[in-house]
């Protein structure tokens, strides 16, 4: 797979992280694994993943709270597609611990960030404070934020760049989106592509530059699992290492917003990743990492869906 793993290096292309080459995966059954248990070992694994993704050579805290102009390289590419930030209230879905989130708000807007890690969330907070950056951080899972961010709504609803592949429903995210968003209100998601999603990952052979579909591309009710045990930080190992995700199709997706009562007003596809999803990658002058030129049209890396609620 492209691979959901290599999500847990969100980043902008200033501070990419590189997880998926450090990966050392292995598939395996997870018949008797229930559902708060997936969650368990995620989130585990997410929130042992701070510390490391808080040091310079990680997503570099220090400087963005230094800098107080610093825009992530993320919301840089999203911000025009989000239109004027200005005084506009922002949800921030899986926020991490909230460096794109308080970028938006360094844009203008009124930020919350909700994620299931506790660890990244007092990180979350500790940033907002350290850079003088305001932003809200709620520790929540995902489905239930309508329980935890309570009688509120919100203009815009941003997520992604490795979020919805810890979601096993994405009708369930469907709904959580449409709750939280005001009528009118606007959705942006840029995320990995379902199809480079079920590309076969890793691949043993280096010179093996072969794009293999391997995993589901269409939602289905058992996570893929892997054994993640490597840092995507300088080389510490990564105690609670396994994690589940799941594949979810662009019928899926989409169907799960319009079923919701979203329009979906832009959809586009990329063709760079914002981490190296295959060995063969290539890291351009902007940190983005590409399929060498004669791959380079085979298949899109990542989308941009934005919709509004009717
Ligand atoms: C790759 S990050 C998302 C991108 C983020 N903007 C960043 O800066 O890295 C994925 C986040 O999803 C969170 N997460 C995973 N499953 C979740 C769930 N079920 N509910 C809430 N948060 C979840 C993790 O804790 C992690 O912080």
């Not at 709904?175 to 691949?203: D, N, Q």
């Not at 054994?227 to 199709?249: K, T």
């Amino acid at each position: 797979m492209l691979h959901l793993c290599s999500v847990l290096c969100v980043l902008c292309s200033v501070f990419c992280v590189l997880c998926s080459v450090f990966c050392v995966l292995s598939s395996g059954s997870v018949d008797a694994v229930t559902h708060d248990e997936y969650y368990d070992a995620n989130r585990a694994n997410w929130s042992e993943r701070v510390a490391g993704h808080w040091m310079p050579d990680g997503y570099d805290a220090p400087g963005f709270i230094a800098d107080k102009d610093r825009i992530t390289g993320v919301v840089q590419f999203d911000h025009p597609y989000l239109g004027d930030l200005e005084g506009r209230s922002l949800l921030h879905l899986q926020c991490h611990f909230g460096m794109d989130t308080l970028s938006l708000a360094r844009l203008g807007a009124a930020v919350t960030g909700i994620d299931f890690s506790p660890e990244a969330i007092a990180a979350a907070r500790r940033l907002s404070d350290e850079s003088g950056t305001p932003g809200r951080f709620v520790e929540t899972e995902l489905y239930l934020t309508p329980q935890s961010v309570v009688d509120e709504q919100f203009d815009l609803v941003y997520t992604g760049v490795g979020a919805i592949n810890w979601l096993p429903d994405i009708s369930r995210w469907g709904e959580v989106v449409a709750t939280m968003l005001k009528p009118g209100g606007v959705f942006y998601i840029r995320e990995c592509h379902p199809v480079a999603w079920s590309l076969r990952f890793p691949i043993e052979d280096p010179h093996d530059e072969t794009l293999t579909i391997e995993y589901p591309y269409f939602e289905v009710a058992d996570p893929i699992s892997w054994d993640l045990d490597v840092g995507d930080v300088g080389s510490a190992v990564i105690e609670n290492a396994r994690i589940f995700e799941w594949n979810h199709g662009l019928g899926e997706i989409m169907g799960a917003l319009t079923s919701q009562g979203l329009a979906i007003d832009l959809y586009e596809e990329h063709r760079f990743l914002e981490w190296q999803g295959q060995h063969h990658m290539v890291q351009g002058d902007d940190g983005r990492w590409r399929l060498p030129k004669h791959q380079r049209d085979l298949v899109p890396l990542m989308y941009s869906l934005r919709a509004h609620k009717m």
